[in-house]
């Protein structure tokens, strides 16, 4: 069974900072894997979605890498803001037809 | 173009009733997708249906089901219910089949058994 790990749980930094979210996973047989974030009390907006072909996507401020090989995903956050602080999950969608959260990053950035 | 709408936003049902939840894709997705987030198990995927059919399915009891209709609208249902199924239940809609495509989540239903 799959099993996918972020590390750390909680994150705090001061605005401006760069900073980098990790994700592990044990089965490298992968479709794809997809970074979300959840605001409180809300749903999950997508951030970046990388296919198991790729090796790393980009959306404005955010960068996501993938290495099958290794089985880690990071999600890179350049120049934070305070509207950045959420909870950042990870998830992967494996050749088993299953979709595998991360157990999330709750990221605060502090002004 | 309107996002994913999910209904009721908030459920009170007690132990051993049945409860129907409803979402509404994005118009044009064909893929819905449910999961149940609690903060013990966190998220994890319940099921996931493409033109009517269910096509994936997760690690969940036959107590919990669902259907899609030819509008693309899904319901969940759960049937006798258990304190643990208390939960925020989200409903997520893609274009493609097998999720190769960015998921929109709705904002969720929030179930709790008394």
């Known amino acids: 069974k799959q099993e996918v790990t972020q590390i750390p749980a909680a994150l705090s930094v001061p605005e401006g900072e760069n900073l980098v979210l990790n994700c592990s996973f044990t089965?490298?047989?992968?479709?794809?894997l997809q970074w979300f974030r959840q605001d409180p009390g809300k749903g999950l907006t997508s951030l970046l979605l990388?296919?198991?072909?790729?090796r790393e996507q980009t959306s404005g401020r955010l960068n996501a890498s993938l290495d099958k090989s290794s089985g880690r995903s990071t999600l890179y956050i350049a120049a934070s803001q305070p509207g950045d602080s959420a909870t950042y999950l990870c998830?992967?969608?494996?050749?088993?037809?299953?979709?595998?959260f991360g157990t999330g990053t709750s990221l605060t950035v502090i002004p | 173009k309107a996002g994913v709408t999910q209904t009721p936003r908030y459920l009170i049902k007690t132990r051993g009733q049945q409860v129907t939840l409803s979402c509404s894709p994005i118009?044009?997705?064909?893929?819905v997708s449910w999961y149940q987030q609690t903060p013990g198990q966190g998220l994890q995927f319940l099921f996931e249906y493409f033109s009517e059919t269910q096509r994936n399915k997760g690690n969940f009891p036959g107590r919990f089901s669902g259907r899609q209709f030819s509008n693309s609208r899904s319901e969940m249902n759960v049937s006798t219910l258990e304190l643990g199924d208390s939960a925020l239940y989200l409903c997520?809609?893609?274009?493609?089949?097998?999720?190769?495509?960015?998921?929109?989540f709705g904002p969720g239903t929030r179930l709790t058994v008394l």
């Open positions: 089965d490298s047989a992968i479709y794809n």
């Open positions: 990388i296919q198991s072909s790729q």
């Open positions: 998830a992967a969608w494996d050749t088993g037809n299953q979709f595998y």
């Open positions: 997520a809609s893609s274009l493609a089949f097998r999720l190769v495509d960015t998921q929109y």
């Open positions: 118009s044009g997705h064909r893929s």
